[in-house]
Protein backbone atom coordinates (compact mmCIF):
# COMPACT_ATOMS: atom_id res chain seq x y z
CA UNK A 1 0.00 0.00 0.00
CA UNK A 2 1.30 3.38 -0.52
CA UNK A 3 3.46 4.59 1.80
CA UNK A 4 5.39 7.83 0.05
CA UNK A 5 3.77 10.22 -2.24
CA UNK A 6 6.08 12.37 -4.23
CA UNK A 7 3.45 14.53 -6.66
CA UNK A 8 4.30 17.48 -8.90
CA UNK A 9 1.24 20.17 -8.74
CA UNK A 10 -0.05 21.29 -11.68
CA UNK A 11 -2.07 23.56 -10.46
CA UNK A 12 -5.31 21.34 -11.26
CA UNK A 13 -7.55 19.91 -8.46
CA UNK A 14 -6.41 16.59 -7.74
CA UNK A 15 -8.32 14.33 -4.99
CA UNK A 16 -7.38 10.61 -5.88
CA UNK A 17 -5.09 10.32 -2.67
CA UNK A 18 -7.26 11.68 0.01
CA UNK A 19 -8.03 8.01 1.21
CA UNK A 20 -4.70 6.07 1.39
CA UNK A 21 -4.51 4.45 4.69
CA UNK A 22 -0.55 3.99 4.99
CA UNK A 23 0.54 7.69 3.72
CA UNK A 24 2.46 8.99 5.92
CA UNK A 25 5.24 10.53 3.91
CA UNK A 26 4.64 13.45 1.13
CA UNK A 27 6.73 15.23 -1.68
CA UNK A 28 5.39 18.61 -3.19
CA UNK A 29 6.77 19.94 -6.33
CA UNK A 30 5.94 22.69 -8.68
CA UNK A 31 4.54 26.52 -8.86
CA UNK A 32 2.27 26.19 -6.20
CA UNK A 33 0.67 23.68 -4.07
CA UNK A 34 -3.32 24.52 -4.70
CA UNK A 35 -6.01 22.27 -4.10
CA UNK A 36 -5.03 18.57 -3.34
CA UNK A 37 -6.65 16.26 -0.80
CA UNK A 38 -4.56 14.40 1.43
CA UNK A 39 -5.21 12.41 4.70
CA UNK A 40 -3.48 14.82 6.55
CA UNK A 41 -4.57 14.05 10.23
CA UNK A 42 -1.76 10.89 9.39
CA UNK A 43 1.09 12.68 7.80
CA UNK A 44 4.16 12.54 9.71
CA UNK A 45 6.60 13.94 6.75
CA UNK A 46 5.85 16.38 4.68
CA UNK A 47 8.61 18.01 2.07
CA UNK A 48 7.71 20.86 0.04
CA UNK A 49 9.38 22.20 -3.38
CA UNK A 50 7.18 24.57 -4.30
CA UNK A 51 7.46 28.15 -4.12
CA UNK A 52 7.14 29.29 -0.48
CA UNK A 53 3.46 31.20 -0.09
CA UNK A 54 0.82 31.28 2.06
CA UNK A 55 -0.47 28.16 0.12
CA UNK A 56 2.40 26.07 1.51
CA UNK A 57 1.91 27.30 5.15
CA UNK A 58 -1.56 26.14 4.94
CA UNK A 59 -0.67 22.62 4.22
CA UNK A 60 1.85 22.60 7.09
CA UNK A 61 -1.13 24.05 9.08
CA UNK A 62 -3.47 21.07 7.95
CA UNK A 63 -1.02 18.51 9.07
CA UNK A 64 -1.03 18.69 13.00
CA UNK A 65 1.24 15.49 13.06
CA UNK A 66 3.89 16.05 10.58
CA UNK A 67 7.46 16.10 12.86
CA UNK A 68 9.76 16.67 9.58
CA UNK A 69 8.77 18.98 7.29
CA UNK A 70 11.17 20.89 4.78
CA UNK A 71 10.49 23.94 2.51
CA UNK A 72 13.41 23.83 -0.29
CA UNK A 73 12.34 26.89 -2.65
CA UNK A 74 11.93 29.86 -0.35
CA UNK A 75 11.15 33.07 -2.96
CA UNK A 76 8.91 35.04 -2.47
CA UNK A 77 7.91 38.84 -1.54
CA UNK A 78 4.83 38.08 0.29
CA UNK A 79 3.87 38.30 4.00
CA UNK A 80 3.41 34.67 5.42
CA UNK A 81 0.82 33.99 7.72
CA UNK A 82 1.59 32.26 11.33
CA UNK A 83 1.22 29.03 11.75
CA UNK A 84 2.03 26.56 14.73
CA UNK A 85 3.23 23.24 14.44
CA UNK A 86 2.85 20.95 17.89
CA UNK A 87 4.98 18.35 16.61
CA UNK A 88 7.58 19.54 14.30
CA UNK A 89 10.56 18.08 15.74
CA UNK A 90 12.81 18.80 12.56
CA UNK A 91 12.56 22.04 10.14
CA UNK A 92 14.37 22.53 6.88
CA UNK A 93 14.16 25.83 4.74
CA UNK A 94 16.07 25.97 1.50
CA UNK A 95 16.80 29.10 -0.67
CA UNK A 96 17.38 29.65 -4.01
CA UNK A 97 16.98 33.46 -4.73
CA UNK A 98 19.76 35.67 -2.78
CA UNK A 99 18.10 38.67 -3.39
CA UNK A 100 15.20 37.95 -2.19
CA UNK A 101 14.91 38.99 1.75
CA UNK A 102 12.70 36.25 3.15
CA UNK A 103 14.28 34.29 5.87
CA UNK A 104 13.12 37.03 8.69
CA UNK A 105 9.42 36.25 7.47
CA UNK A 106 9.95 32.82 7.65
CA UNK A 107 11.47 32.78 11.62
CA UNK A 108 8.32 35.36 12.02
CA UNK A 109 5.92 32.93 10.87
CA UNK A 110 6.74 29.91 12.54
CA UNK A 111 6.09 28.90 16.01
CA UNK A 112 7.85 25.50 17.31
CA UNK A 113 7.01 24.24 20.78
CA UNK A 114 9.00 21.04 20.51
CA UNK A 115 11.50 21.93 17.57
CA UNK A 116 14.67 19.67 17.94
CA UNK A 117 16.13 20.04 14.48
CA UNK A 118 16.78 23.17 12.47
CA UNK A 119 18.43 23.57 9.29
CA UNK A 120 19.17 26.21 6.57
CA UNK A 121 20.79 26.23 3.12
CA UNK A 122 21.00 29.31 1.78
CA UNK A 123 22.46 31.48 -1.27
CA UNK A 124 24.90 34.09 0.25
CA UNK A 125 21.57 35.64 2.22
CA UNK A 126 22.29 37.89 6.12
CA UNK A 127 21.13 35.84 8.57
CA UNK A 128 18.31 37.45 10.59
CA UNK A 129 19.60 37.28 14.28
CA UNK A 130 16.72 38.71 16.01
CA UNK A 131 14.37 37.19 14.03
CA UNK A 132 15.62 33.44 14.90
CA UNK A 133 16.00 34.98 18.30
CA UNK A 134 12.54 36.17 18.48
CA UNK A 135 11.63 32.74 16.95
CA UNK A 136 13.54 30.41 20.10
CA UNK A 137 11.67 32.35 22.32
CA UNK A 138 8.35 32.49 21.19
CA UNK A 139 8.39 28.98 20.74
CA UNK A 140 10.49 27.91 24.11
CA UNK A 141 11.74 24.53 22.27
CA UNK A 142 14.66 23.16 22.86
CA UNK A 143 17.19 23.07 19.67
CA UNK A 144 19.78 20.03 19.91
CA UNK A 145 21.08 20.58 16.20
CA UNK A 146 21.60 23.64 14.42
CA UNK A 147 22.94 23.08 10.50
CA UNK A 148 23.52 26.58 8.98
CA UNK A 149 24.83 26.77 5.12
CA UNK A 150 26.12 29.64 2.93
CA UNK A 151 24.40 32.39 4.93
CA UNK A 152 26.46 35.53 5.77
CA UNK A 153 26.53 36.05 10.05
CA UNK A 154 29.23 37.82 12.06
CA UNK A 155 31.03 36.41 15.29
CA UNK A 156 29.06 38.58 18.01
CA UNK A 157 25.61 37.80 15.78
CA UNK A 158 27.01 34.17 15.69
CA UNK A 159 27.67 34.26 19.44
CA UNK A 160 24.04 35.87 20.11
CA UNK A 161 21.83 33.14 18.26
CA UNK A 162 23.73 30.69 19.97
CA UNK A 163 23.11 32.20 24.05
CA UNK A 164 19.19 31.62 23.53
CA UNK A 165 19.69 28.02 23.07
CA UNK A 166 21.86 26.35 25.70
CA UNK A 167 19.79 23.10 24.51
CA UNK A 168 22.05 22.61 21.16
CA UNK A 169 24.51 19.42 20.93
CA UNK A 170 25.22 19.58 17.34
CA UNK A 171 26.76 22.43 15.59
CA UNK A 172 27.52 22.68 11.96
CA UNK A 173 28.60 25.75 10.22
CA UNK A 174 29.22 24.94 6.16
CA UNK A 175 30.54 28.53 4.26
CA UNK A 176 29.34 30.55 7.06
CA UNK A 177 30.85 34.08 6.55
CA UNK A 178 31.55 34.85 9.66
CA UNK A 179 34.18 35.81 12.42
CA UNK A 180 34.98 32.38 13.97
CA UNK A 181 37.81 33.78 15.78
CA UNK A 182 35.41 35.96 17.78
CA UNK A 183 33.27 32.91 18.53
CA UNK A 184 36.60 31.07 20.27
CA UNK A 185 38.12 33.92 21.81
CA UNK A 186 38.00 34.26 25.82
CA UNK A 187 37.66 37.86 26.73
CA UNK A 188 34.40 39.65 28.08
CA UNK A 189 31.87 40.78 27.44
CA UNK A 190 31.45 37.46 24.52
CA UNK A 191 30.33 33.79 25.89
CA UNK A 192 33.02 32.28 24.39
CA UNK A 193 33.01 28.24 23.30
CA UNK A 194 36.30 28.26 25.08
CA UNK A 195 36.32 29.11 28.84
CA UNK A 196 39.03 28.69 31.44
CA UNK A 197 37.41 31.35 33.74
CA UNK A 198 34.00 31.68 35.99
CA UNK A 199 33.46 34.86 34.76
CA UNK A 200 33.30 34.34 30.92
CA UNK A 201 30.23 31.23 30.62
CA UNK A 202 30.85 28.41 28.24
CA UNK A 203 28.43 29.04 25.01
CA UNK A 204 26.22 25.57 24.21
CA UNK A 205 27.27 24.18 26.89
CA UNK A 206 25.86 21.02 26.24
CA UNK A 207 27.81 21.03 22.70
CA UNK A 208 29.06 17.46 21.72
CA UNK A 209 29.26 17.85 17.83
CA UNK A 210 30.94 20.77 15.92
CA UNK A 211 31.55 20.49 11.85
CA UNK A 212 33.14 23.63 10.14
CA UNK A 213 33.26 23.31 6.30
CA UNK A 214 34.84 26.26 3.92
CA UNK A 215 37.46 28.89 4.40
CA UNK A 216 38.93 29.00 7.79
CA UNK A 217 41.34 31.78 8.91
CA UNK A 218 41.38 31.03 12.70
CA UNK A 219 44.41 31.79 14.97
CA UNK A 220 45.80 27.46 15.58
CA UNK A 221 45.80 28.40 19.27
CA UNK A 222 42.74 29.51 20.00
CA UNK A 223 41.49 26.16 17.56
CA UNK A 224 43.55 24.17 20.02
CA UNK A 225 42.50 26.15 22.94
CA UNK A 226 38.60 25.65 22.09
CA UNK A 227 39.19 21.51 21.21
CA UNK A 228 40.71 21.14 24.64
CA UNK A 229 38.77 22.86 26.59
CA UNK A 230 35.38 21.64 25.41
CA UNK A 231 37.03 17.93 25.82
CA UNK A 232 38.12 18.37 29.12
CA UNK A 233 35.04 20.39 30.15
CA UNK A 234 33.25 17.24 31.03
CA UNK A 235 35.12 17.81 34.60
CA UNK A 236 32.74 21.12 35.05
CA UNK A 237 29.42 20.53 36.57
CA UNK A 238 26.40 20.65 33.98
CA UNK A 239 29.17 20.58 30.95
CA UNK A 240 29.09 17.90 28.07
CA UNK A 241 32.39 16.99 26.86
CA UNK A 242 32.95 17.46 23.03
CA UNK A 243 33.00 14.20 21.38
CA UNK A 244 33.39 15.04 17.68
CA UNK A 245 34.98 17.60 15.39
CA UNK A 246 35.63 18.08 11.95
CA UNK A 247 36.90 20.34 9.72
CA UNK A 248 36.96 20.69 5.69
CA UNK A 249 39.25 23.70 4.89
CA UNK A 250 39.31 25.11 1.43
CA UNK A 251 42.11 27.55 2.01
CA UNK A 252 45.70 26.35 1.45
CA UNK A 253 46.00 26.60 5.57
CA UNK A 254 48.95 24.83 7.20
CA UNK A 255 48.73 23.70 10.34
CA UNK A 256 51.61 23.75 12.85
CA UNK A 257 53.28 21.67 14.63
CA UNK A 258 51.58 22.76 18.00
CA UNK A 259 48.35 22.41 16.52
CA UNK A 260 48.70 19.39 15.03
CA UNK A 261 50.46 18.04 17.79
CA UNK A 262 46.85 18.75 20.16
CA UNK A 263 44.91 17.52 17.63
CA UNK A 264 46.69 14.03 17.76
CA UNK A 265 46.58 13.99 21.59
CA UNK A 266 43.04 14.61 21.62
CA UNK A 267 42.58 11.77 18.90
CA UNK A 268 44.55 9.48 21.08
CA UNK A 269 42.42 10.31 24.05
CA UNK A 270 39.35 9.76 22.40
CA UNK A 271 37.55 12.60 20.48
CA UNK A 272 37.08 12.31 17.02
CA UNK A 273 38.45 14.19 15.03
CA UNK A 274 38.24 15.22 11.08
CA UNK A 275 40.91 17.82 9.81
CA UNK A 276 41.26 18.33 5.78
CA UNK A 277 42.28 20.78 3.97
CA UNK A 278 41.66 20.89 0.31
CA UNK A 279 40.96 17.38 0.48
CA UNK A 280 43.85 16.22 2.04
CA UNK A 281 43.12 14.82 5.53
CA UNK A 282 45.66 15.42 7.84
CA UNK A 283 43.97 13.29 10.50
Given at each position: MLQYLNLWDNGQPLNIFSIAPRLTTVRLEGEEPQEIALPTNQLTKLSVSC??????IKVLSSCPN????????????????????????????????????????????????????????????????????SLVSRSSCSLQSLSLSNLKLGGRQLINCLRVIPSLQKLSLRHVLTDIDQVFRESEPYYSLTSSSSSTPYLIPNLKSFEWIGHFYSDCTLLVSFLRS??????????????????????????????????????DEGMKVEFVILGKRWL
Open positions: RLSNQCVTHCAFLWLSDHRRLIPVCAPLLESLELGFVDEYVDILGRVFDCFTLPVARELSIHATGQYFPEFNFIRWEADALPGIARLESVKFNIYDNYIPDGFALDHLGYLL
